[in-house]
Nanobody, 119 residues
Framework: QVQLVESGGGLVQAGGSLRLSCSAS????????MGWYRQAPGKQRELVAT???????NYADSVKGRFTISRDNAKNTVYLQMNSLKPEDTAVYYC?????????????WGQGTQVTVSS
């Protein structure tokens, strides 16, 4: 079982910045894609940003221009730099990793880290 450990969440005022980190361990195979998702109270979990092992990124429209996802493949670590934070960004942020050793895709989730943006 792959374990994902997130860090960097906290409380910040609108316009501030936070940097989230997620480190993966326990995988016998290389991790194909890592990403960040978030879930606000009363809402479904939504994609924030993803990055492949080749460096291809994908962002939700709501965070484009403000958030940046990056990855250190050697360390199996993914980062999310969040700038110009808004109260609407308040949510639990979850790290996600996918592993495809052969024909099946396995998805793993971190326990989440709380991000709260105050006005």
């Amino acid at each position: 079982q792959v374990q994902l450990v997130e860090s960097g969440g906290g409380l910040v005022q609108a316009g501030g910045s936070l940097r989230l980190s997620c480190s993966a361990s326990g995988s016998k195979f290389s991790i194909n894609t890592m990403g960040w998702y978030r879930q606000a109270p009363g809402k479904q979990r939504e994609l924030v940003a993803t990055i492949t092992n080749g460096g291809t990124t994908n962002y939700a429209d709501s965070v484009k221009g403000r958030f940046t996802i990056s990855r250190d493949n050697a360390k199996n670590t993914v980062y999310l730099q969040m700038n110009s934070l808004k109260p609407e960004d308040t949510a639990v942020y979850y790290c996600k990793a996918s592993v495809t050793p052969f024909i099946y895709a396995y998805v793993y989730w971190g326990q989440g880290t709380q991000v709260t943006v105050s006005s």
